[in-house]
C-alpha cells in the first residue's frame, strides 16, 4: 500500500462547471501523476510532477491544468468541464521506478 | 515515441484453462516492461514486471519473459481461477526523467466457473 488516496471518488457536474480532483499521499515520494482511463485507450497521462511546484503536460494535457503546492497533494482542475472529459482518473506515485496507482475517481460530465 | 500493443478482449475461459495473453512493444533502448491487473473498482495494482533481457518476471502464478528479439512480454498463467477475473495491462518504461510509463489498451479476462 502506497498510501495513495484520491477524493472525491465519484462526481457528476454539468458542463462548463470547474472541477477540482485530489490526489494525497504519505510516502513523500518525489513524483506523482495523473491518468484518464477511457474504454480502447488503456491510460493515458495527463500531467506529472517531479517536485513541489514543478510539473510538466502528458499525452492528452488539453484542457487540464495541475498544481503541487505540497509534497504529499497534486491536483488536477478541469477549467471549464465538457463531456469529453466524462472518464475515470488515477493518480499515480513513482518509488524504484515502479508506479503505484490511487483508486481512481469517476468523473461524469453532463 | 514508445508504444504498447495488447491483444484485444474480452479473452473468456473456463476456470483451470491455460492463459496467455500477448504483449509486444516499441521503445528506443532497453526498457523495463510490467504487467499491471485491475479488478473491479479498483486502481491498478503491480503484477509483475521485468527490467533486462531474457528475464522472467512472475507473480501469482502468472509468468512473462522479456524477449528482446521478438519485442514481446506476454502474460501466461497455467491455470486460471475465476478470481482471476480482471482487466490486465502491459507498460513499459523507457529510461526517461519523468519514470512514465506507456500501457497498452487493456486485455479483460473473463473466467466462467
Known amino acids: 500500500d502506497a498510501g495513495i488516496t484520491q477524493s472525491p471518488r465519484h462526481k457528476v457536474t454539468e458542463t462548463g462547471t470547474p472541477v477540482t480532483l485530489r490526489c494525497h499521499q504519505t510516502?513523500?515520494?518525489?513524483?506523482m501523476y495523473w491518468y484518464r482511463q477511457d474504454p480502447g485507450h488503456g491510460l493515458r497521462l495527463i500531467h506529472y510532477?517531479?517536485?513541489?511546484?514543478?510539473?510538466d503536460k502528458g499525452e492528452v494535457s488539453d484542457g487540464y491544468s495541475v498544481s503541487r503546492s505540497k509534497t504529499e497533494d497534486f491536483l488536477l482542475t478541469l477549467e471549464s468541464a465538457t463531456s469529453s472529459q466524462t472518464s475515470v482518473y488515477f493518480c499515480?506515485?513513482?518509488?524504484?521506478?515502479?508506479?503505484?496507482f490511487g483508486p481512481g475517481t469517476r468523473l461524469t460530465v453532463l | 515515441g514508445d508504444s504498447v500493443t495488447q491483444m484485444e478482449g474480452p479473452v473468456t475461459l473456463s476456470e483451470e484453462a491455460f492463459l496467455t495473453i500477448n504483449c509486444t512493444y516499441t521503445?528506443?533502448?532497453?526498457?523495463?516492461l510490467f504487467w499491471y491487473v485491475q479488478y473491479p473498482g479498483e486502481g491498478l495494482q503491480l503484477l509483475l514486471k521485468?527490467?533486462?533481457?531474457?528475464d522472467k518476471g512472475s507473480n501469482k502464478g502468472f509468468e512473462a519473459t522479456y524477449r528482446k528479439e521478438t519485442t514481446s512480454f506476454h502474460l501466461e498463467k497455467g491455470s486460471v481461477q475465476v478470481s482471476d477475473s480482471a482487466v490486465y495491462f502491459c507498460?513499459?518504461?523507457?529510461?526517461?526523467?519523468?519514470?512514465?510509463?506507456?500501457f497498452g489498451g487493456g486485455t479483460r479476462l473473463m473466467v466462467k466457473p
Open positions: 507498460a513499459l518504461s523507457s529510461y526517461n526523467a519523468g519514470n512514465m510509463l506507456t
Open positions: 521503445a528506443t533502448g532497453y526498457p523495463s
Open positions: 499515480a506515485i513513482s518509488a524504484n521506478r515502479e508506479q503505484f
Open positions: 510532477s517531479y517536485g513541489v511546484k514543478d510539473t
Open positions: 521485468a527490467t533486462k533481457a531474457d
Open positions: 510516502e513523500n515520494h518525489r513524483y
